[in-house]
């Protein structure tokens, strides 16, 4: 049997990660934002020239600018890391609360009745990472309020783990549409060179604003939406791992199922209650 101390090495965000067994993708995100694409290039088509609305030039403005700043503002390695972050944005949900209450209800009758042997054999048969800790704790015989210690800080290093590349998310975010001015400004220097040319200001004048264009849309279309929906999925991984360690309290203390029950409850949304 693994010892509790060797049970919590990890943060809570990468044992959550390692439990997402659903590759498939999360509806709402996904047709959120091929929804907005679509419903964006269709305009542009209707408008006219939509050939104008593809500029290298500008993109390479906006993202360069925004990924360079970046780099300098945060740890390279955050950086780096930020593409399997916003993939998670579009993978479904991991945890159904009310399937937890389920269970630590069955494994604080478990413990009643049949005593730490029976716990102990249950431990192995749990899924959840943040509740096997908690069990594994029990069964290593620790108290009431070093449990509760060890676990605080694992959801603490979990919220500041997400937090830190939602921070990254909001920083590009704003960083984008500031990229997209310079490229504006660019053009326009550029624009008023060949004044002398009066076939040429619209164009160029288009081509300029189209960096603005290129910033907005990433920023708020993308970025901004995605470090959203992360910072809305770590306020609820944290409500569910504060109730799960509720009930790690009370299987400890031997608290009856139906009193672990309401006490996690009254920490979720009436949606995710278990009655």
Not at 99 to 121: P, T, W
Not at 125 to 143: E, H, P, Q, T
Not at 226 to 235: E, I
């Amino acid at each position: 049997m693994a010892t509790a101390t060797q049970e919590i090495r990890g943060t809570a965000a990468d044992l959550a990660q390692e439990e997402r067994a659903d590759t498939g993708m999360d509806t709402g995100t996904l047709l959120g934002a091929l929804g907005g694409i679509f419903l964006i290039t269709v305009a542009i088509i209707r408008g006219g020239d939509a050939g104008i609305f593809i500029n290298i030039n500008s993109a390479l403005i906006v993202l360069g600018g925004a990924l360079s700043t970046s780099f300098i503002a945060f740890p390279s390695k955050k950086v780096s890391g930020m593409v399997p972050i916003i993939n998670n944005a579009f993978k479904p949900g991991i945890y159904e609360p009310e399937d937890y209450v389920d269970d630590i209800m069955r494994l604080a009758s478990k413990y009643r009745s049949g005593g730490m042997k029976q716990l102990e054999n249950e431990e192995s048969k749990v899924d959840n990472r943040f509740l096997k800790n908690g069990i594994a704790m029990i069964v290593d015989g620790y108290n009431a309020k070093e449990i509760h210690e060890l676990m605080e800080r694992e959801l603490n290093s979990m919220l500041d783990r997400h937090n830190s590349g939602v921070k990254v998310l909001r920083f590009m975010s704003v960083q984008a549409p500031v990229f997209g001015m310079a490229g504006t400004l660019i053009g326009l220097v550029q624009m008023l060179m060949h004044l002398d040319d009066p076939a040429t200001i619209g164009p160029a004048l288009a081509t300029a604003l189209i960096t603005t264009f290129y910033g907005l849309m990433l920023a708020n279309l993308i970025l901004t939406p995605v470090a959203a929906k992360l910072a809305s999925r770590t306020d609820m991984e944290g409500v569910l791992f504060k109730a799960i360690r509720v009930g790690i309290i009370g299987i400890h203390d031997r608290v009856n199922p139906q009193k672990i029950q309401r006490s996690m409850n009254a920490l979720l949304p009436p949606s995710q209650q278990r009655e």
